[in-house]
């Protein structure tokens, strides 16, 4: 490989430009005066196709925004948030809130899915390296009985939503251009679970360019850029730009219930949220649990100059991370867990802000690229940058904000790690955990201890599903109460 390719590094700059600049004309000049004129560097020893490929993906990037990135990047996770306080929650009625309040939302929520204005929106385009998952994370089987996928059980979720307030709930699945094929592969194999096929709607989200530690393009090939998903915070753009949003406005659909591929817990469509949402008239309302110790790897909402905001737990600085307030509770107590409901209003103006609204954020990582031979290269540390976007970063642009506490142990166990904490098997156990208190609230017995159980979400959302259904034993409803024995839970 090292022969067959021209390293260029410092070809005659005539030549070179004559080489290069007469087959990509103005793009090349854009890439130089960015800096970023080495990636053309094996343009000599490109075949027409790889020439071909490499145009149409320097087509679809703006090189000068990439002037200065680092310095960006490093004031935003540098910034100094004057003024930080926590943020106004609703609490749960289990932790001291409004059970009056909670039901009058519920009921707010309920008109507004009657109305058929919701629909869900799922952000799967992620690499899920830390999982390792052969394929999308949302095929991970994740039913602690069932062989359930992350993607069935919440179609599951979704199709209770439908039976429920009669109405269809429109869902929106985000992929990257890594996930999609498979994606859609899966959906169809599973027959879109049951789900209107025209109902489920795919777009894909954009990909960015990495870095290296001083902010140069990194080639994955000598004719192909290395690149990443742009973030979840690429949902914005790409929610625009595949049309989605007008698809939305088409079928009347004004509020989105935003959540991310690997909780299975969280209630998607919850008529709560989106019951504090409307009658707040919010433009972003997020679900929030409290934080078990500053450490945890969840953002903290909060308020600074008057704006919310999530803080990353990277980025809360001393006192504020480990404050506590007199009863010996965190003051930054609340947490995010990346569940929200979006006004599509909203959306499209952050959409049209999107460079301003949306920085990139970087991250130190291990990205296989290839060395000036051309020869490929698997680095053992980190040796440049992904760039994200963070959908988070639009809610100090919110003129309304609804915050609404969850309790975790109902609505949050994601699935990060392959093993230890946040893996397959907490989420599994905080399932089964979960569905013999909803058999033990509605007063039916458990099955013997050790037992694990899996309720169809459905079907049962809550205790009182399980008194309406008319369910006294877990023998009568073979098929939305599953068990196996041998579990922890
Ligand atoms: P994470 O930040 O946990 O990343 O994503 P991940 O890709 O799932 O896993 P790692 O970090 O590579 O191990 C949180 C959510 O945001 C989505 C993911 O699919 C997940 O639902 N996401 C993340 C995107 O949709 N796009 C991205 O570019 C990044």
Redesign the pocket.
């Known amino acids: 490989m090292s022969q067959a390719r021209d390293p260029g590094q410092n070809p005659p700059a005539d030549a070179r430009e004559n080489a290069v600049g007469a087959s990509m004309g103005e793009a090349y000049e854009r890439f130089v005066e960015a800096g970023q004129g080495h990636v053309f560097r094996f343009w000599s020893s490109l075949s027409a196709e790889e020439r071909d490929a490499l145009r149409a993906q320097l087509e679809s990037v703006d090189p000068a925004r990439f002037v200065g990135i680092l310095d960006r990047t490093r004031a935003l996770a540098e910034r100094e948030l004057p003024d930080l306080e926590p943020a106004v929650v609703e609490r749960h009625p289990a932790r001291g809130g409004s059970q009056a309040g909670f039901d009058a939302a519920r009921e707010a929520g309920e008109a507004e899915l009657r109305a058929g204005r919701v629909a869900a929106l ?11 998952h052969p394929g ?3 095929t991970f089987p994740i039913g602690p009985v069932g062989p359930r996928s992350l993607f069935e059980l919440q179609a599951s979720r979704i199709r209770g939503l439908e039976r429920r307030h009669g109405r269809t709930v429109p869902w929106l699945v ?3 251009p890594s ?1 999609d094929a498979a994606t859609r592969r899966f959906f169809e194999e599973h027959d879109h679970f049951g789900l209107g096929k025209g109902d489920v709607l795919f777009f894909s ?1 954009g990909e960015i360019p990495c870095v290296d530690f001083e902010g140069r393009f990194l080639l994955a090939e000598p004719g192909r850029l290395a690149t ?8 914005i753009g790409a929610l625009a730009r595949s049309g989605c949003l007008d698809a939305l406005a088409d079928r009347g659909i004004t509020t989105l219930s935003y ?5 299975p817990l969280l209630r998607i469509g919850d008529p709560v949220l989106i019951g504090f949402h409307v009658s707040a008239n919010a433009e972003f309302t997020t679900k929030i649990v409290a934080k078990n110790d500053p450490a945890e790897r969840v953002g903290s909402i909060a308020r600074s100059e008057g704006r919310h905001l999530v803080i990353e737990y990277t980025e809360i600085r001393e006192p504020h991370r480990s404050a506590r307030d007199e009863d010996g509770e965190l003051v930054h107590w609340a947490g995010g867990i ?1 569940a929200h409901v979006l006004d599509t209003g909203f959306l499209a103006r952050a959409a049209a802000n999107e460079a301003e609204w949306l920085p990139e954020h970087a991250s130190a990582k291990k990205i296989p690229h290839v060395d000036d031979a051309g020869d490929p290269v698997v680095p053992d540390e980190p040796n440049g940058y992904k760039l ?2 963070f ?1 988070f970063d639009v809610l100090p642009h919110a003129s309304r904000v609804s915050i609404v506490e969850a309790l975790r142990e109902e609505e949050y166990s ?1 699935v ?2 392959a093993l230890g904490g946040e893996s397959p098997d907490t989420a599994r156990a905080a399932l089964s955990a979960h569905a013999r208190r909803l058999l033990r609230e509605a007063g039916i017995e458990e099955p013997p201890p050790g037992d694990w159980i899996e309720l169809d979400p459905e079907w049962i959302d809550g205790a009182e599903d399980l008194r309406a259904l008319g369910i006294r034993r877990y023998e009568d409803a073979p098929r939305s109460i599953l068990l196996a024995s041998g579990g922890t839970a």
């Open positions: 799922v952000v799967a385009g992620g690499q899920g390296t830390r999982l390792g999308p994370k949302g985000m992929t990257s996930t989200q990443s998903p742009d973030g979840h915070g690429g949902v959540y991310q591929v690997d909780n990346s994200e976007r959908v994601p990060k790690n």
